[in-house]
């Protein structure tokens, strides 16, 4: 079950503001640790630490691998790949130049197989986690606090 707070977006000079849209409410993140604890409670004869020695191995590789250029896909979740954030296009190939046009790079994961976006679309479930009360100015019972999802200055629109 997605639970999610309604919360009014802010910004002054955002098209958007004044507007009212929901954000998901991550109650936990399970970091490697935790994750191959929880794997290990599945029925494996893989022990939670052997299980998150071979995880923190992965994440090492795919770092390595997508920051040579290299896309990886982990089949039903993601495709993980490196992308690059442009900070304004340039007149020609001649006057482009990595201090000028390029802010940086981002990680980019893309899901894949039975993880699809239009799979979670048909199997996620979504609940409202407290009612929103208009009378508290936004600032309660699943206002716009929105957590810690670190997305604030995302566009809800996607």
């Known amino acids: 079950m997605i639970r999610y707070n309604k919360y009014q977006m802010k910004g002054e000079k955002s098209p958007l503001k004044g507007l009212w849209y929901a954000r998901p409410v991550i109650e936990e993140t399970f970091e490697i640790e935790k994750l191959a604890r929880h794997m290990a409670n599945?029925?494996?004869p893989y022990s939670a630490g052997v299980i998150k020695g071979v995880l923190a191995d992965m994440v090492a590789c795919i770092k390595e691998l997508i920051l040579d250029g290299k896309n990886v896909?982990?089949?039903d979740l993601a495709i993980f790949s490196v992308g690059i954030v442009s900070k304004k296009g340039a007149q020609s190939a001649a006057?482009?130049?990595l201090?000028?046009?390029v802010?940086?790079?981002k990680l980019r994961a893309r899901a894949t197989g039975d993880l699809s976006n239009a799979k979670i679309n048909l199997d996620?479930?979504?609940k409202e986690a407290s009612a929103?009360?208009?009378d508290d100015g936004g600032n309660g019972g699943g206002g716009n606090s929105g957590g810690n999802d670190g997305d604030q200055g995302e566009n809800p629109l996607g």
């Open 99 to 101: 201090a000028n046009n």
């Open 132 to 134: 929103y009360n208009v």
């Open 73 to 75: 896909k982990l089949d």
């Open 42 to 44: 599945h029925n494996t």
């Open 124 to 126: 996620g479930q979504m």
């Open 103 to 105: 802010k940086g790079l």
């Open 95 to 97: 006057e482009f130049s």
